[in-house]
């Protein structure tokens, strides 16, 4: 059976992001944390790019305090979410992205 994008859980719904980064962003070299906001601005999500050829990032999330969270990329922060429903990130629902990084 076919699955359409209402079957799909909220935390997946990442065809319905509106952009990673800002066009007019500088692009560095290295990890960089991104807000991805839902189009229809009910779920935003959290993404890590890193560089291309590079090992993707380990991802962990620490629990800071109450619903305040830290998303880390190799052991260093990258995001930090405070979330008013109380539902703690899960490194699942962090989406990985490998970036093209021209000489």
Known sequence: MAH???D????????KAKSL???????E????????PDAEGQTDHVAVVYDEGETPPEITINKVSGS????L????????IASANSKAP???DVLLVERQVLS
Do not use: D, F, K
């Not at 980064?21 to 692009?27: E, F, G, K, Q, T």
């Not at 305040?68 to 998303?71: G, L, P």
């Open 73 to 80: 990329a190799n052991g260093v922060a990258v995001a930090v």
């Open 68 to 71: 305040v969270h830290t998303v």
């Open 21 to 27: 980064l800002p066009s007019n962003a500088h692009y």
């Open 8 to 15: 799909t859980p909220t935390r997946y719904e990442w065809s």
């Open 29 to 36: 070299r290295g990890l960089t944390g991104a807000l991805i």
């Open 90 to 92: 899960r490194v699942a």
């Open 4 to 6: 359409s994008l209402h």
